[in-house]
């Protein structure tokens, strides 16, 4: 258990930290909300008013600590339903019910809900929420607003929307499909270029100040009016006085009928869903690796829609691109999310005749590519690698949603699920005689390693996983835990994907989460289902070695190293450094080892930020194992953005008597003492006259790199010389 | 305490396959509990059957078994109550039936019946075997409960005449117990302490009925304690088996009706899958 800490101190210590990282977050909550809102049928302005309401409500009584709220994806469709059958006032209505429904699933401690849904059917329902939006926006981004019944249509006719766009005659039209497409290209290569500078502001901010720009450059230069025809700009932006004294009527007339219900229900559903999700995912992502309080957060966000709703606002829904962005830029606990409802506060105040200068095609460029991050290919092949019958179970909760609706979806889906687990199993009886038994035994063994083992009989899937969830939520993540499946004859794809996110909750806090008895099952054959998932060997990397791997091999060679192609996905000596805090290693590989084992020259492949915002890195790093004990440290160059940082709260050890060094090296730790007494003289020169790397301690290792990217051969070699040098200062001076 | 609990010990007989083995273990349990047996038969008496137990009984009668043999015909479930509550028996063993190919032994509807309604104690037995197998551990339940006290004493006496090596009391802590539910760091913190808590309280609990246990009995028997999170009655099944326990010993339940087989708890769980022999105190 760790010390108490002082926590109003620390609080105000991280609040610049926190207020940067919500004003970065509210730069792409500004684009996103008004695009959201637009594409719900709503005003743009309510998206708004979700973001600044939400974000007020739920920093203040949330149980989360990182994430952001605010209009959500998933909710577009449930919302345009709702407009186009109930109408916008009688949706307000429908919104505020959802709302204290939210608030009612909080207060029954239903925050489990979202793992009563297998996996890949939740996929197959966001992969069609993702469609839809896609197939709706896709139109308007080309400038060619088309209206059809059923979301298959919008899909069909991308392809004539295309042809169409290529013989526009009006000017407008063409103008307005060119803000269109090269905002896509703008979201689509965003993440391609890592440079400092242009990702401090996120990629739709940059559309929205572009386009603003562009507007601007044909006003005030060109003094013509902006070319984009008139009905495809953003509509008029009430301006902040308005929005607090025109408050829209709400009209609780249809609270009788079943169409209102319906609408209630989806909202809360998919509201619930969504935002359920979003906590689990941006928990992974926590540095500090808190739990949040889930049923705290889902009561916050229940008051936090009817505010909104009475507002004029949208569900609230905590989102997990702008929440992952926050963790990215620093935010630390729920103030972050604060200020970014404050930062949007002042954007309408100041800006919010500007923001009738955004051409939409601009806008839902940002959509369509959230549209397609949530039914991406990568994710339609990830699933077919966990099995084939998972893609059934994708496909057909997809399929359905997009012709029936997403309650009749959903529900497709876990009747799916539930079926082929049946065929897999060849067995009903299994099933249905042992599903309201309490198949979970956990107990502390007695003996001197003191493990949390849990046994699990019978079956394990996502209709009974709720119960092992809450013996493995009651043992907190710095022990030993040991799953035990022998007694259990089927586990499936939910439960071993859940069990994986444990397995690195574990890890991460410094426990272990062994899972154990399921080498029968494999032999078995009789259960393939996601048990081959555990079971997969990682593939080799293949035998046709590319150039650079000829290289490295050579270096091998040279430098008397041993050399492996080969994925290696036991990244776990990673998560101790400050770098990996907030980023998930995937894999590394070509290795290249020393003999002694002590130095380590990898690729490593590790993604950061989560969904649309979700930036996938390669890069090259050496690690040297140290095996004594230094202060823990991270140096990097100084750049511009370390003196914004500075003034934002990430302090910079600086050296009176190395001026130089101070002034080019950004030097964090927590133990400054016994910092600087490590960053001797010896040490200091040495990195004065050598190039700059990113190098990080952890307290017996180091973990160094350039950029983050593949090095060369030559940089790699560089790099092991940089590495071996730095090695050899440090040791002498310890000794 | 007398050294002995169970005076008389019924059986129920039924000409099945399974006949000689449960005889067997009946009649062995009754030399080293010296106990009488009372062989327990629904249907009508005849010569031939008479003399099929008798040479069954034989090797037993040999070493001065007290015996008894009722034949009386009607419905099972009466007829074994009845007779049981008329010649006074103590222990009413039952044997269990296998599910085919799945290793799960469930009770039949008669044998269920019976330990529903039973005013005596009872020995479910899924394996009954001619040979001796020896009970090497036994599991017990430590529920807080009245008759817990009464149950582990007849599990350390049924552990040393049958000389079983070790004997587990097993305290089963339930969410309701905790009544902390864990949403974050700080209600786990809490829930963590309020186990532990849970934990030594149990412990001192059942250490008290363990020292009022006579010495005799605890000799040459290793005890432990061990405290499991779970459903009541439930787990301890899940436990027993688990750890590949010979015989698990539980306290009675209160009564039993129609809602606890609609919404099984405590014993009725056990009945529908046994992890091992059961022996229920009453």
Known sequence: MTPKKNNTALFFKQLPKNIFSGFVVSLIALPLGLGLAMASNAPAIAGVITAIVGGVIVSILGGSHVTITGPGNGLVIVTLGAISTLGLEAAYAAIICSGVLLMLLGFLRMGNLADFFPSSAIQGMLAAIGLIILGKQFHIMFGHEIVRDSPISYLIEIPYTIKDALHYENTGLIYAAAAGILSLFIMVFYSKIRNKYLQLIPAPMWIVILSIGFSYYFE???????????????????????????????????????????????????ASIESLLSIKAVDKLDPEKRRSNVNRDLKALGLGTIGSGFLGGLNVVTVIARSSVNVNNGGTNRSANFSHAFFLVVFIVLF???????????????????????????????????????????????????????????????????????????????????????NVLMFKEEDATSNYYVSVKHFCSFANFYRLKQKLDAISEDNDVIVDFSMCEFVDHTVMENLHNYQSAFAKKGGHFDIIGLDMHDADSKHPFALRKLAAVPKLFGYNLTKRQENLETIAKDYSLSYSADKNKNTDFLSPFLFFKTKQPKHIYNELIDSTNQFKLFDIEFSEGEFIAKEVVRASMLHIDLNTSIPVF?????????????????????????????????????????????????????????????????????????????????????????????????????? | MTDKIFHTIGVGVAFSPNLKANIYEAARLSLLFESTLVLIHVGELS??????????????????????????TGDPVDVILSISEEKKVDLLILGALQKENLVQYYLGTIARKI?????????????????????????????????????????????????????????????????????????LRKSAIVKERLKHREESRVRNIISEVPDAYKKDLETKTQSIFGKRGYSIGHYAQFIRADLLVMNAPMKSGFWDRLFPHDIEYILSELPTDVLIIR
């Open chain 1, 220 to 270: 005030m230069v060109l003094h013509q009016d902006n070319p984009i025809a008139r009905e495809y700009m953003v509509p008029a932006i009430p301006t902040f006085s308005e929005i607090t004294t025109q408050l829209p009527k709400v009209s609780f007339a249809n609270i009788g009928g079943l169409a209102f219900w319906g609408s209630v229900i989806s909202l809360t559903l998919i």
């Open chain 1, 352 to 438: 919010s005749t500007q923001m009738t200068r955004i051409p939409l095609p601009a806008l839902m460029a940002i959509l369509v590519y959230t549209g397609y991050k949530l039914a991406s290919p990568d994710l339609i092949k990830k699933i077919f690698s966990v099995g084939k019958e998972q893609l059934i179970i994708f496909f057909v909760t997809l399929l359905i949603t997009l012709k029936l609706g997403l309650i009749i979806g959903i529900s497709a889906g876990v009747l799916v699920t539930v079926i082929i687990h049946f065929i897999i199993n060849k067995n009903v009886t299994l099933f249905l005689r042992h599903w309201v038994k309490p």
């Open chain 1, 634 to 735: 991270s140096l990097d160059r100084e750049t511009l953005i370390d003196k914004v940082y500075a003034i934002a709260g990430f302090s910079d050890i600086n050296f009176e008597q190395h001026q130089d060094f101070s002034k080019r090296f950004h030097l964090v730790g927590e133990n400054t003492g016994t910092i600087k007494q490590f960053f001797n003289d010896d040490l200091v020169h040495f990195f004065e006259s050598n190039p700059y790397y990113h190098i990080e301690s952890n307290g017996n290792s180091l973990l160094i790199f350039s950029k983050q990217r593949l090095a060369s051969t030559k940089e790699i070699k560089a790099l092991l010389d940089f590495g071996k040098r730095l090695k050899s200062v440090i040791s002498s001076d310890i000794l």
């Open chain 2, 47 to 72: 010569e031939e059957k008479e003399q099929q137990l008798l040479d069954i009984l034989q090797p037993f009668i040999d070493q001065n078994l007290n015996y008894e043999m009722v034949f009386k």
């Open chain 2, 115 to 187: 330990t529903r309604q039973a005013k005596c104690s009872i020995l479910l037995l899924i394996k009954p075997s001619v040979e001796r197998i020896a009970c090497k551990h036994i599991v017990v339940n430590g529920l807080d409960d009245p008759k817990t006290k009464q149950t582990i004493s007849t599990a350390y006496f049924v552990s040393h005449k049958l000389g079983s090596k070790r004997i587990t009391i097993v305290e089963e802590i339930t969410k309701q117990e905790v009544a902390v539910s864990v949403d974050d760091d700080k209600s």
